[in-house]
């Protein structure tokens, strides 16, 4: 069986924040040799979408690892996209995580990519060489009315040039594997990799599953119940049911795991011991 693919992703820093602190990051990264690691891309009022061209200079020219730049189709245009394409490439980036972004309040979509393979389409046309990533919902994209309409809009995705998906945060496996039947069914054969976050805080794992329209099971229920009031042990148990969600996704035969570090090597690498031996093939 072929060796699961392992990657990572990274933030850039506050805008106004020390530059400094990705500096921390990729040296707590060190020594995990991930295929890429990826960077994600702020479209809101606050953003510096300059950002993560520069984070992605540092990764693939300074830490000479692979990586995927991530980019948002909503407030964008031709030109914009044109632009950050060049930016891209004198960052050494050859890879992009093709996504549509969440509105932003009072700030009006420009109506040229309304969906992320829109930008896919566009960007493989313009640069056919380039490897295009998608984002990918195992418990259905919350605009969605179904898991199967949301599946079926992603096979128009991966029509637009998209070879590898990559999922959003989920606590429960079963929810993995439905969706990777549904895929099945509608034609959807490129690499699915499991994006895993770890538990840090009870208030965190509230906000992005709310975020991201992902439900919390009884057994993480039943750690935030335990320990939300005891940071060091709720953050111990994430670790813990990471490092099992990833043995049992890799058991069945899952493509890659995504470590969504936020930002948090210690965890990260907590997990990484834990794990690292089944990333082998047979
Ligand atoms: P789309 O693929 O466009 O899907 C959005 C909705 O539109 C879905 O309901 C879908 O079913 C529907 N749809 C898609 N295509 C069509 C079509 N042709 N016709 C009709 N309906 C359609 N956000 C950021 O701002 N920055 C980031 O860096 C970032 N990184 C992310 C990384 C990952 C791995 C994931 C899973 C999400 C990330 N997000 C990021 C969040 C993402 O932008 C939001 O989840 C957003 O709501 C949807 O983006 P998308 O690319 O999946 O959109």
């Known amino acids: 069986m072929h060796a699961p693919g392992f990657s990572l992703e990274v933030f850039p820093p506050r805008r106004n924040g020390p530059v400094r602190t990705i500096y921390d990051t990729l040296d707590g ?23 993560t061209a520069r984070i ?41 995580l093709a996504l549509r972004g969440d509105p932003v309040e009072s700030h009006t979509p420009t109506g040229v990519f309304p969906h992320a393979s829109d930008l896919a389409a566009y960007i493989h046309r313009r640069r056919p060489d380039m490897t295009l990533v998608g984002a990918c919902y195992p418990e259905g994209h919350a605009d969605s009315p179904s ?5 079926s809009n992603l096979a128009i995705k991966v029509s637009a040039g998209v ?41 965190s794992v509230r906000s992005m599953a709310s975020r991201g329209g992902s439900h919390i099971p009884p ?6 119940d335990r320990w939300g009031d005891a940071p060091d042990c709720l953050r111990s148990a994430g670790i813990v049911y990471a490092s099992e969600q990833i043995a049992d996704l890799i058991a069945n035969g899952v493509a890659g795991i995504h470590l969504y570090t936020m930002n948090r090597p210690s965890t990260t690498r907590r997990i990484w011991r834990n794990v690292s031996g089944l990333f082998a093939s047979d």
């Open 29 to 51: 990264l060190e020594g995990l040799s991930p295929d890429f690691i990826s960077v994600t891309y702020g479209h809101g009022s606050q953003a510096d979408r300059s950002a």
């Open 56 to 96: 992605a200079s540092t990764i693939a020219h300074e830490y000479h690892i692979p990586v995927v730049a991530h980019l948002t189709s909503l407030y964008a245009d031709e030109a914009s996209v044109d632009e950050t394409l060049t930016a891209f490439d004198e960052a050494g980036v050859n890879a992009i």
């Open 147 to 151: 898991l199967e309409e949301d599946v």
């Open 163 to 203: 070879s590898q998906l990559i999922t959003q945060l989920f606590y429960d496996n079963e929810d993995f594997y439905r969706f990777m039947d549904v895929c099945a069914a509608h034609g959807i054969t490129v690499p699915i990799c499991a994006g895993i976050m770890p538990i840090i805080s009870e208030k």
């Open 219 to 224: 057994k993480v229920e039943a750690l935030l």
